[in-house]
Every structure is written in C-alpha cells, then in structure tokens.
C-alpha cells in the first residue's frame, strides 16, 4: 500500500511523516524541494508477532507500507504538475491512499487559520491537475475518433466529458457513480481526484483532549470519508522513544494509541482491506487482499501459480492456531476447514494452499 501525504506549506505534513516512519526529514522551507520524503514502514499487527512466537520461523515478514511526503501544495500547483518534477503533484499518481494534513493551530504570525478554507484549496488543485489531464486526452480522443469510432472509444469520450463536466462546476471525479466498466477505463489515469482522502487535523498539543470536538467543523467536508486529530509534534516525539517509554508518555496525555496505529486502520478500511496469514517453520508472514477475495485470489497474491493450480485451501483462525499450538492442535480438535475456489477469505485466516500446475 502506498499512501501520499498533502497539505499547504507548513501544516506539517513532514512532522506527520517523521512520526510514522520514524526518521529525521528536515521539517521547515521544504515547501520548495523536489524530491520527496519516501518511507517504508511495517504495519503493526499483533498478530503476526503472536504466530512468530509460536512457529520460530526462519523469517518473520510484516505486511509493508510507503509513505510519500511531498512539497507542499500551493495555488497554481494544479496547472504546474508537469513542471514540479519527481516532488510534484504527478508523485501522488500512484499512491492509494491520499492524506490530507491540515493545519489546526495559528499560523507563525498567530493569526487564526481556516481548516475548512485549506482543504479547499489544496482539492482544487488536485481537481485542476486531473481536469488538464482530461483536457489533454479528449483533444487525442477527438482525432482518434474521427478516424476510427469505436465503442471503447466513444464510452471513454463521454467519461472524460462528465469528467470535466463534474471538475468545471466545482465537483470531483469521485462524486461520479462508475460501473465496473467504466472504472476499467478510468483507471489508467489515476485521478487524483477521485483517490480515497483520510482528513488529519494537525492541533496544538494544548488541545490535545478536545479532538472530538475539534472535528466537528470537518464532517461535512466533501470527498473526505475518515477525519481524526493528532499534535504531529508530540507523535514524531513519541516515536523517537523506546516501546516502554512512549507507553508512559501516550498514557500521560491520553492517547490511546500512537498515530501509525490510526492510520494504518483507517487506511485499511478506506480501501477495504484486510489481512490473511501463512505460517511455517520457513515464514510467518501477514498478506494483504481485499475484502471479499475467494481463497484462488488470495493465493494469487503469494504466487500466480497458487492460484492457476489451486484445489483447495487449509484454513483456521489465527486465534485457533494460537489456541491449539500450531497446525496439528487445530487439526486434532477438528478446527481446520478444507475450503474450495468460492471461500471468501476472512480476516486473520491462517491458510496453507494445496495446488497442482
């Protein structure tokens, strides 16, 4: 999973991303950089640890996760994608996930900010970037049409014309009902407008405790399906202590968990994900499907020729696995279920896939 933090200059997009990935990017005049701040981190899951303990693999692999910290966004960053080089707006493409950092405390002159009003204009210019880009292939589109009219073609015409449609009157791509179909042909684009977009409300430490409130004000923002509130100071500090230290400290200000965890879950649930496992005395190791994948798609994900030759999977429960001490507790209790190609796998399975190529 690849997630691209945005902002306005200074709302302290790159505190947040010290403190999830745990480094030491200069924070402070980056708003004019290039190159962007990339960081790899491994999800947090209990329960990969948990199975680790009890099968002492050779290797233990977490499920990953990149962070990609650009430039900060200004008016006029929408028509400039392709100028802005590899720290631009172009950068965002690929990632799944986009965050929003928002500034919740004065600005240096101690005046009063507008999160509402930032969010604004950092969507209108995600918005711009995607109608230029849709103004670029309805003028190829047009040539191409007048030469040869297919189908393909002529849906893709009348997408890209709501497109600009919903973009010119103030909307996003996201707002637009697609079938299957037609997110097909969108897809290439990788609008980034139409992106998943987590809201994070950077607030003053002194407010720590009033976030609920805080939020209020953010609800209604449009294209926005996941708010939370943090002090990106005090979690990059948290970060840079030990595990039994930062507990203290998250526990003095009353925070139940620290930023990477929240977002990690939200992240999650914006795209439907969630995790199945393999364990062995080779590797324990957590794998990431989306939700409603049968067990050939899963098996898909460790290898293509898992899924080509698949007959059927073993599975149990993690807990089970946990409970009855490995695969042979879960098969002497009579917990391990043979599954075929329609089981639609459930978060925190334990499978172990028997195929034939």
Same mark, same amino acid.
């Given at each position: 999973?690849?997630?691209?933090?945005?902002?306005?200059?200074?709302?302290?997009?790159?505190?947040?991303?010290?403190? /999830?990935?745990?480094?030491? $990017?200069?924070?402070?005049?980056?708003?004019?950089?290039?190159?962007?701040? %990339?960081? &790899?981190?491994?999800?947090?899951?209990?329960?990969?640890?948990?199975?680790?303990?009890?099968?002492?693999?050779?290797?233990?692999?977490?499920?990953?996760? @990149?962070?990609?910290?650009?430039?900060?966004?200004?008016?006029?960053?929408?028509?400039?994608?392709?100028?802005?080089? @590899?720290?631009?707006?172009?950068?965002? %493409?690929?990632?799944?996930?986009?965050? #929003?950092?928002?500034?919740? =405390?004065?600005?240096?002159?101690?005046?009063?900010?507008?999160?509402?009003?930032?969010?604004?204009?950092?969507?209108?210019?995600? $918005? /711009?970037?995607?109608?230029?880009?849709?103004?670029? %292939?309805?003028?190829?589109?047009?040539?191409?049409?007048?030469?040869?009219?297919?189908?393909? *073609?002529?849906?893709?015409?009348?997408?890209?014309?709501?497109?600009?449609?919903?973009?010119?009157?103030?909307?996003?791509?996201?707002?637009?009902?697609?079938?299957?179909?037609?997110?097909?042909?969108?897809?290439? *684009?990788?609008?980034?407008?139409?992106?998943?977009?987590?809201?994070? /409300?950077?607030?003053?430490?002194?407010?720590?405790? #009033?976030?609920?409130?805080?939020?209020?004000?953010?609800?209604? /923002?449009?294209?926005?399906?996941?708010?939370? $509130?943090?002090?990106?100071?005090?979690?990059? @500090?948290?970060?840079?202590?030990?595990?039994?230290?930062?507990?203290?400290?998250?526990?003095?200000?009353?925070?139940?968990?620290?930023?990477?965890?929240?977002?990690? &879950?939200?992240?999650? %649930?914006?795209?439907?994900?969630?995790?199945?496992?393999?364990?062995?005395?080779?590797?324990?190791?957590? !794998?990431?499907?989306?939700?409603?994948?049968?067990?050939?798609?899963?098996?898909?994900?460790? #290898?293509?020729?898992?899924?080509?030759?698949?007959?059927?999977?073993?599975?149990?429960? !993690?807990?089970?696995?946990?409970?009855?001490?490995? !695969?042979?507790?879960?098969?002497?209790?009579?917990?391990?279920?043979?599954?075929?190609?329609? *089981?639609?796998?459930?978060?925190?399975?334990?499978?172990?896939?028997? =195929?034939?190529?």
């Amino acid at each position: 999973m690849q997630i691209g933090l945005i902002g306005l200059p200074s709302a302290g997009k790159t505190t947040l991303f010290n403190a /999830l990935v745990k480094t030491n $990017a200069e924070t402070g005049g980056y708003a004019s950089a290039k190159a962007p701040n %990339r960081g &790899i981190i491994k999800v947090p899951d209990r329960r990969v640890a948990l199975l680790s303990e009890l099968f002492q693999p050779k290797k233990t692999t977490y499920a990953t996760i @990149e962070y990609l910290d650009i430039a900060g966004i200004t008016e006029g960053s929408g028509k400039q994608e392709g100028q802005q080089g @590899e720290g631009g707006l172009s950068a965002l %493409r690929q990632m799944d996930v986009l965050v #929003h950092v928002l500034r919740g =405390f004065p600005d240096m002159a101690g005046a009063s900010v507008s999160p509402e009003s930032d969010y604004e204009t950092v969507m209108i210019e995600l $918005a /711009l970037a995607d109608l230029e880009i849709v103004e670029r %292939r309805l003028t190829r589109l047009s040539k191409e049409l007048r030469l040869k009219k297919t189908p393909e *073609y002529a849906r893709e015409n009348e997408l890209l014309e709501q497109c600009k449609s919903v973009i010119e009157s103030g909307g996003a791509i996201r707002d637009i009902a697609l079938t299957g179909e037609d997110e097909k042909l969108l897809r290439g *684009y990788r609008f980034l407008s139409q992106k998943p977009c987590m809201t994070v /409300l950077n607030i003053p430490e002194e407010t720590l405790g #009033h976030e609920s409130e805080l939020l209020k004000t953010l609800e209604a /923002l449009p294209g926005s399906t996941e708010t939370m $509130a943090l002090c990106a100071k005090v979690e990059m @500090e948290i970060a840079r202590l030990d595990e039994a230290d930062a507990a203290v400290f998250l526990e003095d200000l009353g925070i139940t968990e620290p930023a990477l965890t929240r977002m990690v &879950i939200t992240s999650y %649930r914006l795209l439907n994900l969630i995790s199945f496992f393999t364990v062995g005395d080779d590797e324990v190791r957590a !794998w990431t499907i989306t939700k409603g994948d049968t067990a050939p798609e899963a098996a898909g994900k460790i #290898h293509s020729d898992l899924e080509r030759g698949f007959i059927r999977a073993e599975v149990a429960g !993690w807990q089970e696995i946990l409970d009855a001490d490995g !695969w042979t507790g879960v098969k002497d209790k009579g917990l391990l279920r043979l599954e075929g190609k329609q *089981y639609t796998v459930q978060d925190g399975d334990v499978m172990n896939i028997r =195929f034939n190529v």
